[in-house]
């Protein structure tokens, strides 16, 4: 069993579409998280979601836009896609529920998105 | 502010030993390893909570120094399965807003 599965895998589409990846997780934790890895590896948070509740926006566009219907999903959609949002984006979850410190996350297997 | 890793590539022979730094200008609190294969997702390795605290993993192990604001990732005896890319991650902020925030990575390849 996939512990966090995100879909699609790939996704190839052109500027100005419009896209949405899931993402799910059946490990019961309360924060999921969307991360983006760039063409150099850099990895970089960009939400995180608490039961449900938006906790973390990084500086991200007003085009991406996260939901998170209930505490097992996390769903990102983004607006009028551009050639710069190319990249791997991983959904991820974590048993944080609001303490002092972060616990290990979960990565999904990455969705390869690929805007022509 | 992302901590720091050293270096940025390494290329081994099975067998042969590594040692990944990290550093951060700021005081660190615990520090995350993950190693991420090629094409697929990173995968937690180890937290450090504790200053002086030391972990192990079949042959890797990490090393936390608190004063220093820094972590080294030891591959002793490397093996081809350690290729990929290592990262470590640091807490930034606190309670419910904080976030893992990770270094820029470091390339290991072990060749036969």
């Known amino acids: 069993d996939t512990a966090v599965s995100q879909t699609p895998k790939y996704l190839v589409t052109q500027m100005g579409n419009d896209k949405s990846i899931k993402c799910e997780q059946n490990?019961?934790?309360?924060?999921m998280y969307w991360y983006k890895q760039d063409s150099k590896k850099f990895l970089k948070i960009m939400f995180s979601?608490?039961?449900?509740?938006?906790?973390i926006n990084e500086t991200v566009p007003n085009r991406f836009s996260p939901k998170s219907p209930d505490k097992a999903h996390l769903n990102l959609h983004i607006n009028s896609l551009e050639l710069g949002d190319s990249a791997v984006y991983f959904c991820?979850?974590?048993?944080?529920?609001?303490?002092?410190?972060?616990?290990?996350?979960?990565f999904g297997e990455g969705s390869w998105l690929t805007v022509v | 502010q992302q901590p720091v890793q050293s270096p940025q590539a390494v290329i081994l022979r099975e067998g042969e030993d590594a040692v990944i730094n990290c550093s951060s200008s700021?005081?660190?609190?615990?520090v995350h390893w993950y190693r991420q294969k090629h094409g697929e997702a990173p995968v937690f390795l180890m937290i450090?909570?504790?200053?002086?605290e030391q972990k192990g993993h079949d042959k890797i192990s990490a090393s936390f120094n608190e004063k220093k604001q820094q972590s080294s990732l030891y591959l002793t005896a490397s093996q081809l399965s350690y290729s990929g890319t290592y990262f470590c991650?640091?807490?930034?902020?606190?309670?419910?807003?904080?976030?893992?925030?990770f270094g820029q990575g470091t390339t290991l390849q072990v060749k036969p």
């Open positions: 450090l909570l504790k200053g002086g």
């Open positions: 979601y608490n039961n449900k509740e938006l906790i």
């Open positions: 490990l019961g934790h309360d924060t």
């Open positions: 991650g640091t807490f930034k902020g606190s309670g419910n807003t904080g976030k893992l925030i």
């Open positions: 700021k005081a660190l609190y615990s």
């Open positions: 991820a979850s974590s048993p944080y529920s609001g303490g002092t410190e972060i616990n290990t996350i979960y």
